[in-house]
């Protein structure tokens, strides 16, 4: 098993930038992906960004080019730097990690783009 806990949410204005990060309760080396969804009010959670364990990544549409995911192992940490931010980036955003055929999940951390 994982805990998650995510931390960084906050309200920003459009344009800014911010850095949430995942804290994972053990070794996420041999974790076989981790990744952040988000959901705004009143719609379905959907993906934001996935990395696996070998590096691969993963990114939707709407945040290419803006936002970055990136692991830190030797902090247990992964972390998600969103720049350019926009209105519709509104949500709670979740950690995720998928390791031996299960899926953990953070209790999400809100951020607001305010216009």
């Known amino acids: 098993q994982v805990q998650l806990v995510e931390s960084g949410g906050g309200l920003v204005q459009t344009g800014g930038s911010l850095r949430l990060s995942c804290a994972a309760s053990?070794?996420?080396?041999?974790?076989?992906?981790m990744g952040w969804y988000r959901q705004a009010p009143g719609k379905e959670r959907e993906l934001v960004a996935t990395?696996?364990?070998?590096?691969?990544?993963n990114y939707a549409d709407s945040v290419k080019g803006r936002f970055t995911i990136s692991r830190d192992n030797a902090k247990n940490t992964v972390y998600l730097q969103m720049n350019s931010l926009k209105p519709e980036d509104t949500g709670v955003y979740y950690c995720n990690a998928y390791d031996a055929g299960r899926f953990y999940w953070g209790q999400g951390t809100q951020v607001t783009v305010s216009s």
């Open positions: 053990r070794n996420i080396f041999s974790i076989n992906a």
């Open positions: 990395i696996t364990r070998i590096g691969s990544l």
